[in-house]
């Protein structure tokens, strides 16, 4: 089927703007993860759920950051009051099983969300 | 949470083996490893996973000490393609997962 699905895959907003992050995962996938991974950097855990719920937002920057998930399928992050270190690519990934004791299901990523905040 | 090491970057010629070790001192007893290719503007993709020993698929081995506290990403015979840059990534045993910065391969003919 298709793979992860992210939108848009560009955004420039203007700094102190909220802008909106949506990802779709594979079907019949309940881990989702978000990362950021910033020019020449490695990724940057943000948040993962499980279903609905987000039993870990440790890696969410600051309060600014915020991320749902809906129906068991599509999540949006949320990042208000922009700044210009927000400027990343956000990438999204699934999993067919969470991060339970013995599951190591690999995770299929999307190709991100590139934004830039001006 | 577990902390990988690995090299920031590595130079091959076509047509050579390229071995890319990662080291995971800290890695859980139920995690496995597994190995992320990431081509510019695109988001990682799997490339392998395994335990322990050695684990073959048809793009690369991966070998895996008895310790588990390394591992080797075996690439046979690379062409310009594999240029890219590889992650490794030992499950932390919680909820976050670590990725460092990955080792650029660059390819050169």
């Known amino acids: 089927g298709a793979g992860v699905s992210q939108s848009p895959s560009n955004k420039v907003t203007e700094k102190g703007k909220d802008v909106e992050l949506r990802c779709d995962p594979i079907?019949?996938?309940?881990?989702l993860y978000w990362y950021r991974q910033s020019l020449g950097q490695g990724l940057e855990f943000l948040i993962y759920f499980q279903g609905n719920s987000a039993p870990d937002k440790s890696g969410l920057p600051s309060d600014r950051f915020s991320a749902e998930r809906t129906g068991g399928s599509v999540s949006t992050l949320t990042i208000q009051r922009t700044q210009q270190e927000d400027s990343a690519v956000y990438l999204c990934?699934?999993?067919?099983?969470?991060?339970?004791?013995?599951?190591?299901?690999?995770?299929?990523f999307g190709d991100g969300t590139r934004l830039s905040i001006l | 949470l577990a902390k990988t090491t690995q090299p920031i970057s590595m130079d091959s010629y076509e047509g050579q083996e390229v071995n890319i070790t990662c080291s995971h001192n800290?890695?859980?007893?139920?995690?496995?490893i597994t190995w992320y290719q990431q081509f510019p503007s695109q988001g990682p993709r799997f490339i392998i996973q395994g335990y322990k020993t050695k684990v073959t698929n048809e793009v690369a081995s991966l070998f895996i000490p008895a310790d588990r506290k390394s591992s080797t990403l075996s690439l046979p015979r690379v062409s310009l393609s594999d240029t890219a840059v590889y992650y490794c990534l030992p499950r932390a045993g919680s909820y976050q997962l670590t990725f460092g910065k990955g080792t650029k391969l660059s390819v050169i003919p």
């Open positions: 079907s019949g996938h309940t881990a």
């Open positions: 990934a699934s999993s067919l099983a969470g991060l339970a004791v013995n599951s190591n299901q690999p995770q299929h």
């Open positions: 800290n890695i859980a007893t139920n995690d496995y």
